[in-house]
């Protein structure tokens, strides 16, 4: 496929699909398309799924894939208008209930520390869908905590003790702080643009995906495209909120960007890779077919930093 027919077959997709290939790839908002992704396919499926509880699945964090949390980080992340009264509405009931003594959000009782991968996805979709200051500085305050001395963050730290950081934790609190600072949110923000950059020199100094010590993967399944990713690291997603942050590029880039383009097929598109295990609101994508959300993310990474 030619460039243009790789763009016809996203256009050829679901709604959310449309708006993000729209908007990213030919540069042109088209709010139509964003209005529709809550009144058809994979979004209006999301908002269906919700409950007479107020909630999806059991609530805030149980289970996984189905609860309330990573319901709505798959909705800010199809690009769901910002002032959908759903998420908004389970967004602040999370806010107002799930708060643990340390300021954090905490679906565990009988764990005294809050997640800290946790609280930076939740901070993601809760500034995206415009939660109240007040409800995210306490998280804000909790997360600024848990910063190691390497730059990055690492979920045991506050549990069970740790002295490096995790790249699964490190990116979904990066992100957090992302869409944090997009908004007009002025809690401690003064600090996270230095707590921030420390987050990308530490991904960075691993090359997104390599062990400090013997530059080997740290784990081979990073190096693997995943749709929706979640909380799990790999290098696309890695990529993609670089991108979408404005880092700049760095050859320390390289490796993951070479790894990015040879997994292009022959006929431009990208392939998915084996779901997560757990039930899903959302038909899983079948290994080893075309993937749209895989290589309309993969395109516009390429876009950027190519």
Not at 90 to 110: A, F, M, W
Not at 177 to 189: E, F, T, V
Not at 269 to 294: K, N
């Amino acid at each position: 496929m030619r460039w243009s027919e790789v763009i016809g077959w996203l256009l050829s997709g679901d709604v959310a699909v449309q708006f993000q290939t729209t908007r990213d790839l030919m540069r042109r908002v088209d709010l139509d398309l964003q209005r529709r992704i809550a009144e058809e396919g994979e979004g209006a499926t999301l908002l269906a799924a919700r409950g007479d509880s107020q909630h999806w699945g059991l609530g805030f964090y149980r289970p996984k894939w189905t609860c309330s949390h990573y319901t709505l980080l798959d909705l800010k992340n199809l690009g769901l208008s910002r002032s959908n009264s759903v998420a908004r509405e389970v967004t602040g009931l999370i806010l107002r209930r799930e708060k643990g003594q340390d300021g954090g959000l905490n679906p565990s009782p009988g764990v005294t520390g809050s997640d800290a991968c946790i609280n930076g996805m939740a901070l993601n979709y809760a500034a995206y869908f415009g939660a109240e200051e007040s409800q995210l500085s306490s998280i804000i305050d909790f997360l600024l905590e848990q910063q190691l001395g390497d730059g990055g963050f690492n979920c045991r730290l506050n549990r069970s003790g740790a002295h490096h950081s995790s790249v699964h934790t490190t990116l979904s609190v990066f992100e957090g702080i992302s869409q944090y600072r997009r908004g007009d949110y002025l809690h401690r923000l003064a600090e996270l643009g230095d707590v921030q950059q420390g987050a990308v020199e530490f991904l960075l100094r691993h090359r997104l995906y390599r062990s400090e010590r013997s530059h080997e993967p740290i784990n081979d399944d990073f190096t693997r495209f995943h749709h929706p990713a979640r909380w799990h690291f790999d290098i696309l997603r890695c990529l993609d909120a670089f991108a979408d942050a404005g880092v700049r590029y760095d050859p320390r880039m390289d490796d993951a960007l070479g790894i990015l383009d040879r997994r292009r097929s022959a006929d431009g598109r990208w392939m998915a890779t084996r779901a997560y295990p757990g039930a899903t609101h959302l038909p899983v994508p079948r290994a080893g077919q075309p993937s749209r959300w895989v290589t309309l993310i993969a395109m516009r990474v390429l876009h950027a930093y190519t």
